[in-house]
């Protein structure tokens, strides 16, 4: 049971690295493309980053998104930290 779990979490963890690279997703669409909640998604963002993943918090027209941070997109990104 608990191998399972670790793989489901393992598995959700690479699809919300996927999504972040693609671009401009909110922590609310995140949520909704992975069926699970808001606060999931920031505790695996934090934990992602805790793993050494670059990702930052950019500021669009239409609110946050998540982004990976790149040594191109470092200058112009702002990072939010939970």
Do not use: C
């Amino acid at each position: 049971m608990s191998y399972d779990r670790s793989f489901a979490i393992a598995k959700r963890h690479e699809s919300l690295l996927e999504l972040i690279e693609a671009g401009g997703r909110s922590a609310e669409a995140l949520a909704k493309a992975l069926g699970v909640s808001e606060a999931t998604i920031n505790r695996d963002v934090s934990f992602l980053r805790s793993k050494g993943h670059r990702i930052s918090s950019k500021r669009l027209a239409s609110g946050w998104a998540f982004a990976i941070q790149t040594h191109e997109s470092s200058p112009g990104a702002v990072e939010v930290s939970k």
